[in-house]
């Protein structure tokens, strides 16, 4: 006789006021698959915890936002932030989509010209360019955007030398009503900063000025912030074309845009409240065209769009190690994945599911991670079934920032692979070993012995 | 180990003990022990019973009657062990 | 001659010290003269006291929290729909709003019909942005500031001085008079309801409110003003008396016409010891004490549903003024099963209410 599925037993005590089962019972059906394949044989051949993308799921959500702005505006061109995820699969998605290079360093400079990106396609941000970088993308023709005064500078300097006339913007920071502002990046627009630094370019000479950049901050909730932002960098192009009858070839307005996480301390879900794409492509778009723009002379729209292209695309496959009582009586579930893989964890509530089949009865749960550090919590409490020692549970929306941000700490990183559009599985990195972290180390000679 | 005497639960799991006038909710295989319970078994021959109905390992399970039990205990559900 | 007769379904059934409007609506619902009407509940928690008084619902629904998303609300709505039938949902609580909002479109196309205030009248009317909406609708307001951290109640110590208000961006509002306290209460808020909390000036004075109701193209259908005559420590009128005063019936008026506000609503205001009316608060929703307006003639359970099912409804102008509405505590015996049967199935199913069986 086929023996009954087990799940531990267990009891709750009915508070008053307290929702009965019921009440959620719908909530969170379980993820046994992602994109067709079983989580568990996920498990079974790539190890836990486990990175897996979807590529369906990239493809689809960046086709989703360029209709959303190519439907409301005649130029839009998409520039994949590579700090969001720069694993060269991910990023080759983009690029096969049309999206250009977003990069803030050397490294993902480099990153970029690698996987083949035309160099003239590459926008370089930022506040730390060398002088050694700005001399290379000068020389291929990169789009360099100045974030300080002496970058400018350093890059009339540069421009001496190089045989290219350094393609340049500048970034605009200014008040959208978003709180913080993020004025520590290019220059102010409200204290003619900006201004002040489009003139300096124009009589230097030796910069092509090509356009005008902004980076309003992360996670913006009001696609308001954005017709702000637009209204504010098309004022500017304006002041340079009647003094210096100088006509930009596009405005670039960052990224930015929220994801469908719902971060710490909201009360509804971030599915519901965030902004739909159409909902901020059409406060920019209409910001563009209802400016003095004439219809002939729109310059391009560059997005840089990074968390909200790739967020959803992301899981975190974990697998339960053990389960405890805290001292409040208080149910504690420690994974095998914590914040050293998953830095969003300390601002969203990731959405977590179980990946079997279970009954009706859950309870409040912690989620730990496996490191021996207090601030090492997936979930400070979440809903959960009851769940077993080597069950999975799946981490939903960490497709960006994670893979850019994990931290090498006390243990090593696991595998991330990629589920193609046939429902095949890649390996798109593999597992660290203990070469991976310890080959550039060097013992000097009277250390090597331990006696 | 014995549950309190006048403890009833129903076929839909739910829980009521007459002496503190709390109510639970509990799941299947928690409904199966303390019906166990209720008909005088041990706890040998509750792990028997439900190893041998439900997939599940004897150590494994073992351990979870363990917490089970101090949750009961911490509830008042039990009798004030002999 | 026979009356229609409209399945109705009703949220916010904790008739409780700080009530929900449920119990209230349903009962000019059943009082409408207009039809006939069967009431679904429902409710969130299982000690809603709605969900077991007699002669109320006809069966009572758990459903899910706002918190887990329109997706769940969906999915149970769909199966109590397939199960009842329903022609109308009212909506009590200011926090599930947001989420039937965004579900209208889709309820609508199963035959569900709400009357609910737009997205824009809901956000622009909100304890957030109230400053702003006082000066684009030239209505005073008390100054209000949100804060994401306790350090700036520092910075803005003294436009607003103590005593100050704080109060949580769904719920909760606190007098605070020193700042140890304000930032108590801050962070008392924030971990209930998240960021932002709102700081607001403190104004002296009496408070009036009025509950009323607006067709969506600047008319005022219903409108009943009311002043508290006792508060609970909670903050909740406990009793209160209808009055006429001119002044109040104008700014209603004026709100309404100036939103195009559709929907049920409650505005707070205050009369200031100089003699000045401020609106300290708009809520898109019908109050608890609603049931003063169907007591002094103007059932507005029974016009908002009228105007949901897309009837041209004609406005009341007429109420009774100097009635009292006195609540009062009620202890019900309920059988264990029905807790039970609530408990653990989500849902229970009621003798048919007095008025139906007739
Ligand atoms: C200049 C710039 N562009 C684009 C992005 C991508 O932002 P997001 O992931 O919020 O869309 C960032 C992120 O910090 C950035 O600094």
């Known amino acids: ?451 | ?82 | 001659m026979s009356k229609p007769r409209y399945t109705i379904a009703v949220t916010g059934l904790n008739a409780i010290d700080s009530p929900g409007p449920g119990v209230a609506v349903i009962r000019g619902l059943l009082e409408a003269a207009s039809f006939d009407a069967r009431i679904i509940g429902l409710a969130y928690e299982s000690l809603e006291p709605g969900i077991y008084m007699p002669n109320l619902t006809n069966h009572t629904y758990q459903i899910p929290y706002p918190t887990a998303g329109t997706d769940e609300l969906m999915e149970r709505l769909t199966y109590i729909h397939s199960r009842e039938n329903i022609d109308v949902i009212i909506p009590n609580f200011d926090a599930e709003l947001y989420s039937f909002m965004k579900l209208e479109p889709k309820l609508k196309q199963m035959g569900i019909r709400m009357f609910l205030p737009t997205f824009e009248q809901f956000e622009e009317r909100h304890k957030v942005n109230l400053t702003k909406f006082g000066e684009k609708y030239g209505i005073d307001v008390p100054l209000g500031i949100a804060i994401t951290d306790p350090a700036e109640i520092y910075k803005h110590e003294k436009e607003l001085d103590f005593p100050l208000m704080v109060k949580g961006k769904w719920y909760d509002a606190y007098i605070a008079y020193n700042m140890e306290q304000a930032r108590n209460y801050f962070n008392k808020i924030a971990a209930k309801w998240g960021y932002p909390v709102i700081l607001q000036k403190f104004v002296h004075g009496t408070e009036y409110n009025v509950t009323g109701l607006g067709d969506g193209n600047g008319n005022t259908i219903a409108a009943v003003p009311m002043r508290k005559q006792y508060i609970t420590d909670k903050g909740k009128a406990w009793a209160g008396i209808s009055i006429a005063d001119e002044n109040l019936m104008d700014l209603t008026r004026r709100f309404v016409e100036s939103t195009g506000w559709r929907g049920g609503f409650e505005l707070e205001m205050m009369k200031s010891n100089d003699g000045r009316y401020y609106l300290m608060e708009i809520n898109p929703r019908i109050p608890a004490w609603v049931y003063l307006a169907v007591g002094v003639g103007q059932n507005i359970p029974e016009a908002l549903t009228r105007l949901a099912l897309g009837e041209k409804v004609e406005p009341y102008t007429n109420y009774e003024v100097g009635k009292l509405f006195i609540r009062y505590a009620w202890d019900m015996i309920v059988d264990r099963s029905e807790f039970e049967n609530y408990s653990v199935n989500g849902e229970l199913k009621k003798d048919e209410h007095g008025k139906e069986t007739l």
């Not at chain 1, 308001?224 to 500017?236: E, Q, S």
């Not at chain 1, 469908?260 to 739909?276: F, M, R, V």
């Not at chain 1, 065209?289 to 974990?318: K, M, Q, W």
């Open chain 2, 1 to 82: 180990m014995k549950i309190k005497h006048q403890i009833a639960i129903s076929d839909t799991g739910f829980l009521f003990n007459p002496a503190t006038g709390e109510s639970f909710t509990v799941n299947p295989v928690g409904a199966e022990i303390i019906n166990l319970l209720r008909e005088g078994h041990t706890w040998q021959e509750i792990i028997d019973k439900i190893t041998e109905m439900y997939s599940v390992e004897r150590n494994s399970f073992e351990k979870d009657l363990h917490e089970f039990a101090g949750i009961m205990k911490m509830h008042q559900l039990l009798d004030k062990d002999e």
């Open chain 1, 1 to 451: 006789m086929e023996k009954k599925h087990y799940e531990r037993p267990h009891i709750i005590k009915l508070e008053a006021g307290m929702p009965g089962k019921s009440g959620i019972r719908t909530e969170q059906a379980p993820t046994t698959h992602i994109d067709g394949m079983a989580v568990k044989e996920l498990v079974k051949t790539y190890g836990s915890p486990l990175f897996v993308l979807s590529e369906q799921t990239i493809r689809s959500t960046y086709r989703k936002a360029f209709k959303a702005f190519s439907t409301r505006y005649p130029n839009v061109q998409f520039a994949w932030s590579y700090k969001t995820n720069y694993l060269s699969a991910v990023c080759n998605i983009f690029h096969q989509e049309g999206a250009w290079a977003e990069v803030v360093s050397g490294f993902e400079y480099d990153k970029a010209i690698a996987n083949g990106v035309d160099p003239g396609k590459i926008i370089f941000n930022g506040p730390g360019k060398s002088r050694e970088e700005l001399i290379m993308a000068t020389e291929k023709g990169s789009l360099i955007h100045i974030d300080h005064l002496d970058e400018l500078y350093l890059l009339i300097e540069v421009a001496e030398k190089t045989s290219q006339k350094p393609r340049v913007s500048i970034r605009v920071n200014m008040d959208t009503g978003i709180y913080p502002m993020w004025d520590r990046f290019g220059f102010n627009y409200e204290s003619g900063q900006a201004w002040d630094a489009l003139n300096k370019i124009m009589h230097s000479g030796k910069l092509e000025l090509m356009g005008l950049h902004t980076h309003i901050g992360t996670f913006i909730m009001t696609a308001t912030a954005y017709a702000i932002a637009a209204t504010k960098l098309a004022d500017l192009a304006r002041s340079l074309q009647q003094k210096f009858n100088h006509h930009l070839k596009y405005i670039d307005i960052g990224g930015g845009f929220a994801s469908k996480n719902t971060l710490k301390g909201s009360y509804l879900p971030g599915s519901d409240t965030n902004p739909s794409f159409d909902e901020y492509a059409e406060a920019i778009s209409s910001a563009l065209i209802n400016s003095h723009f004439s219809p002939g002379e729109l310059p391009l729209l560059i997005l840089e769009t990074g968390r909200a292209l790739v967020d959803e695309a992301g899981y975190i496959i974990s697998s339960v190690i053990a389960n405890k009582r805290l001292s409040s009586g208080r149910r504690a579930t420690i994974l095998d994945a914590g914040v050293n893989l998953l830095f969003t964890a300390f601002w969203y509530q990731h959405q977590v599911t179980v990946a079997q089949g279970v009954s009706q009865h859950r309870e409040d749960t912690t989620l730990y991670g496996p490191l021996c550090m207090n601030i090492d919590c997936v979930r400070e409490s979440v809903n959960l079934p009851m769940l077993n020692i080597n069950d999975q549970v799946v981490i939903h929306h960490t497709g960006a920032y994670n893979v850019t941000q994990w931290m090498q700490f006390i243990t090593l990183r696991p595998n991330v692979v990629l589920i193609d559009e046939n429902g095949n599985a890649h390996v798109i990195r593999e597992s660290e070993t203990l070469e991976s972290v310890t080959g550039g180390e060097k013992t000097p000679e009277h250390l090597i012995k331990l006696r």
